[in-house]
């Protein structure tokens, strides 16, 4: 069993930055991919980005990418989202997903309880 803790969501102003992290219980957390989605109101949930245990693997949804980097820290059992030049359309909830493989998927092992993530333009 794995449990995801997310934090560091918050309110910030269009062009600011948020570092998101997920503390991840159990002892095999290298062993899983690890990843965020998120889910604005109304819509469904979208993928944000993943990387695999050794961090050797990493994928972003392209409204992300150059904007947003995930990183982990085996040691701490911890998986991290940097996220700059935040635009309103960033605003969602943000969720931590865990996975046995290379990547997270929406059918993800285990999930967070969710990070609200707010940008005003």
């Known amino acids: 069993q794995v449990q995801l803790v997310e934090s560091g969501g918050g309110l910030v102003q269009a062009g600011a930055s948020l570092r998101l992290s997920c503390a991840a219980s159990?002892?095999?957390?290298?062993?899983?991919?690890m990843g965020w989605f998120r889910q604005a109101p109304g819509k469904e949930r979208q993928f944000v980005s993943t990387?695999?245990?050794?961090?050797?693997?990493?994928y972003y949804a392209e409204s992300v990418k150059g904007r947003f980097a995930i990183s982990r820290d085996n040691a701490k059992d911890t998986v991290y989202l940097q996220m700059n030049s935040l635009k309103a359309e960033d605003t969602a909830v943000y969720y931590c997903?865990?996975?046995?493989?290379?990547?997270?998927?929406?059918?993800?092992?285990?999930w967070g309880q969710g990070t609200q993530v707010t940008v005003s333009s």
């Open positions: 997903a865990a996975r046995r493989g290379v990547v997270i998927t929406p059918a993800s092992d285990y």
């Open positions: 159990g002892r095999t957390f290298s062993t899983y991919a």
């Open positions: 990387i695999s245990g050794s961090g050797g693997n990493i």
